[in-house]
């Protein structure tokens, strides 16, 4: 603002580095097309509460496992991928108190590889999985 108002004043042109408001929307569309982040509608699975769904990734393919609890429960969401039917954990979250969420990082899920959240109410010992995607 500093710099406009002194432009203008002067009537001098701002900095080249100087980025306005509309290359700035530009750049950030420019980004979200680049990576898309998408729910997987097969994927949630709800206990007494906690609750644990997937989101995909494009270009990828990747997944992600996201939980949530809400009155205070104190939940553990874990990520398993099958490739070739062989189960494995590779990734976990855990949360608790009121209205909190975790997520994990993407991991690859393409061509041969099946992915699904579990969840755990480390409360009361309720415990579930997803479908596999």
């Known amino acids: 603002m ?13 900095p080249a580095h100087a980025t306005t408001t509309s290359q700035s929307r530009i750049a950030t569309s420019a980004a ?4 898309k982040v998408y729910f997987i509608s097969s994927s949630p699975v709800t206990i007494p509460g906690c609750k644990a769904w997937m989101n995909g990734k494009k270009p ?3 997944v992600q496992g996201l939980v949530q ?19 494995k954990w590779v990734d976990s979250a855990g949360i608790g108190g009121s209205l909190n969420k975790g ?5 690859y ?3 041969g590889y ?12 309720w415990d579930d999985c997803g479908a596999w995607y």
């Open 2 to 14: 500093a710099t406009a108002l002194a432009s203008a004043a002067t009537g001098m042109a701002s």
């Open 114 to 125: 099946k992915a699904r959240v579990c969840v755990n109410n480390l409360n009361n010992g």
């Open 103 to 107: 997520s994990t990082k993407f991991h």
């Open 69 to 87: 609890t809400w009155s205070g429960s104190d939940c553990a969401m874990r990520l398993e991928i099958d490739h070739n039917q062989q189960i």
């Open 60 to 62: 990828g393919p990747k």
């Open 32 to 35: 979200s097309a680049a990576s």
């Open 109 to 111: 899920d393409g061509r």
